[in-house]
């Protein structure tokens, strides 16, 4: 029997390359990919992506009346099994641009695209773990909503600089690890 391997979509929204965002993202893509899944990973900062316009085409139809990089990330979404979003908090939210991201979510949830499937949220931030909850309790709700399974979440607070990220080995080893966990609990 052939057994259909798992695709991890790896979403980073913030613009620092090369950042704790992007550095937590990656080792999870790592451990993934280790355990035998195919990866790929989208950077929304490099992307364009207009905000959402409440025309509810979406409810109507399906399908977002847009035609921007949303159309890429659905594509890329659809074809992937577990997600890793990643979003470093700012100003106790995430990033602007993953907060249009997620807006636009709506369309591609009344798509079907991520119903049923896995998330693993990354969240680093510069101060202490409690400033992250409005970020994830945003998004603990929206993937509910979506029916969507968190299987699980890194938060990395006091987190500011990739050299902080650097001396956090504990960190880097459980982003690593979930990934290869979620793959594993899924083979």
């Avoid at 991890?8 to 893509?29: H, M």
């Avoid at 929304?44 to 977002?64: H, V």
């Avoid at 945003?138 to 990739?162: F, K």
Wanted: charged share 25%; net charge positive.
């Amino acid at each position: 029997m052939n057994e259909k391997k798992e695709r991890i979509l790896g979403i980073v929204d913030s613009p620092r390359k090369g950042g704790n965002t992007e550095t937590l993202v990656d080792e999870v893509l790592a451990g993934a990919k280790e355990a035998g899944a195919e990866i790929s990973k989208i950077i929304l900062n490099d992307l364009n992506i207009g905000y959402c316009q409440a025309c509810n085409s979406c409810a109507n139809n399906g399908k977002c009346r847009y035609d921007d990089d949303m159309t890429k990330i659905n594509k890329e979404m659809s074809e992937s099994t577990i997600f890793v979003f990643g979003t470093p908090v700012y100003y106790w939210g995430p990033t602007g641009i993953f907060k249009t991201f997620h807006d636009r979510l709506l369309a591609t949830s009344r798509q079907g695209i991520i119903k049923g499937k896995k998330a693993i949220l990354v969240v680093p931030l510069g101060g202490p773990a409690s400033v992250a909850r409005h970020t994830v309790g945003m998004l603990e709700d929206a993937l509910n909503y979506q029916i969507a399974d968190l299987v699980a979440q890194i938060v990395s607070p006091s987190t500011m600089e990739i050299e902080d990220l650097k001396q956090k080995k504990d960190i880097l080893k459980q982003a690593y690890k979930v990934r290869y966990d979620a793959v594993k609990k899924t083979t």
